[in-house]
């Protein structure tokens, strides 16, 4: 390994120019060489590859950057790695294999952003990539995650509880529910580009919460994960995060937050209504039509003989906090 | 008749190696937990599942492959490694549904009863695996002789279990991959090759619908 000693009086060149001008070198001359390599190849995968031939390490290590925040405290379970929620995915956005989105780490462009807050409010405003990290507090939030397909991590986020978010925007009384908007640009999501890379789902991946779940306390904004900024394949720049529904309502790289009077559209309950609810609480008893949830394998470091199965909680254990919300409903029926 | 032997021999030698092999260092990683470049197995339960699961699929393939082989480039004796690959392919399943049984609910007994029961998709799978297994008993010399021409009848049914398989693999994921359809494609081909016969042989079922 060759390790590069810079002593503190040394100054690199991303200091003494400006950043954006820096980046955009960059970017300029990693097209070049993706240009002469795009003559010898075609096709998508040979195309990331190429991309990644070109791609500057340092610059990718880098440019996850670490955050300030408050500190959760300890947690009971223990955390999964990082190395195993930054490398098992479902972004279909990047692709259908869990391995898929991690090969697109540092290649979407996150910097410019801008995240509209929008609609039935009376302070509608834009979040800039900057205004992510500085606008709000970032606390830390240590949540389960448990998937619909019956496995779950531990995962330290970093993040903005929604709520305070939307209280920026004073939402007036005609708004019941929040949608969110994914990131739409094909030529950046080889999944958006191409109906057979992205699984036949409709894109801009969409998804909804009624106001009061917004609201919850729990709901989190995430914009970093184990200290870090967020990696492209967990949803940079900003994410949802609801710990107590199934991970596909943690709608990822979020470009739109608008208060609405109507339940909106949700991207899985439209591709199979049956399967995908729209509250999509996590709950034990309510099967999915194809696979049972009333356990979950909890991913770890351990191989087969060490898997952790665990009986999936109500509201993924989350209950004390968000089960009076639902106390009326029938949650089969509104699974 | 020298030559032919030798063919089959290192044919059947590679295909052990390959297959076993393969098997033995997909289960080594799962185990451990990490890969043969030290990077996590993310899930190693759904990767034990799956490759079972898509090596026993890829098999089948193959198996179904080799009589248009033999054929067209007239290697009679390509004919002699087929009863292998379709005993592979009862292997995987097995394996399969073993594996989905130990390390996907945990070996509990209960559970494993309640996901058959339950679940569609598994019945197609159940089915395909108890067809395989049915062919793959009467592939003894002994029992394929006494059967006469009624062997032939039933290993006819392995088409069925193609068609089960890729319906049982498209029900089990969301949304619809890339890789399902690649495979439909191969499905619907293989079949396509085979369409004077099948239509002959469901029409001799019609048939036999109407006498009974």
Known sequence: MLIKKTSTSDISENEVTPENIYKDRRKIIKSLGFLGAGALLSGQSQQAHAISWFKDKDEEKSALKALKYQADEPFTEALTPEAKITSHNNFYEFGTRKTDPKQYEGMLTVNPWQLNVDGLCANPFKLNYEDLFSKYPLQERIYRMRCVEAWSMVIPWVGIPLADVIKQAQPNGQAKFVAFETLYRPEEMPGQKSRFAGGGIQYPYVEGLRIDEAMNP????????????????????????????????????????????????????????????????????????????????????????????????PFNGYGEQVAHMYKDMDLAKFY | MKKPQYKIRVTKCVAHLFLLSLTVITYYQAIIGTDLTGQYINDPVKFVIHFSGMTGLQVLL???????????????????????????VAFFACLHVFSFWLFELNFQVDLFIEELVKRPYIWLGMLALTLLLALSVTSINKIRAKMGPNWQKLHNWVYLVLVLVWVHFYWSVKATPTETLIYLAIVISLLAIRHKKLLKGLKALKRNEKIS
């Open chain 1, 218 to 313: 729990l709901t989190l904004l995430a914009v970093g994960l184990y200290g870090k900024e967020l990696p492209t394949q967990n949803g940079a720049p900003i994410r949802l995060v609801v710990p107590w529904k199934y991970g596909f309502k943690s709608i990822k790289s979020i470009t739109r937050i608008k208060l609405v009077n109507q339940k909106p559209p949700t991207t899985w309950n439209l591709s199979a209504p049956q399967e995908y609810g729209f509250y999509a609480n996590v709950n034990p008893k309510v099967d999915h039509p194809r696979w049972s949830q009333a356990q979950e394998r909890r991913l770890g470091s351990g191989g087969l003989f060490s898997q952790n199965y665990i009986p999936t909680l």
């Open chain 2, 62 to 88: 193959l198996t179904l492959l080799i009589s248009p082989l033999a054929q067209k480039f007239k290697q009679a004796w390509l004919m002699q490694t087929r009863r292998m690959f379709g005993l592979y």
